[in-house]
């Protein structure tokens, strides 16, 4: 009896001070991965491409969105964090294609940051 009260309560310790790892959500995943080949494979080496730049932000956009309701805060940090790399190389006028290309650069990285980091949630 005492061992199964003991590992109640470890159990409820290890849930509640958020240790677990979250679920596997493929929906954000999927997300995840179309912006990280947006951001690291233009389209014939244009790196300002304004369609590509503007549909980077959405998505960035939607996993903001999404993770304010459905994940946690650290998540939802990192989704802002590369919201406001989205948002600034979308918002600028007339960037330079270097300025594009490093900008990207970024964005890659941190999507494959979370990549790595979020694929290793349970399935």
Do not use: Q, W
């Amino acid at each position: 009896m005492k061992n199964t009260f003991l590992s109640l309560l470890l159990l409820l310790g290890i849930t509640g001070c958020n240790i677990m790892p979250d679920n596997f959500d493929n929906v954000e995943y999927g997300y995840l991965v179309e912006l990280n080949v947006l951001a690291s494979e233009p389209v014939i080496e244009d790196y300002c491409r304004g369609a590509e730049l503007r549909r980077m932000d959405f998505i960035a956009s939607v996993l903001v969105k999404y993770s304010e309701h459905t994940l946690n805060e650290n998540v939802n940090d990192i989704y802002k964090d590369i919201k406001g790399l989205t948002k600034e190389l979308s918002e600028k006028p007339e960037p330079s294609s270097a300025y594009c290309k490093i900008k990207r650069g970024s964005i890659t990285k941190a999507t494959e940051s979370a990549l790595a980091v979020f694929g290793g949630r349970m399935k």
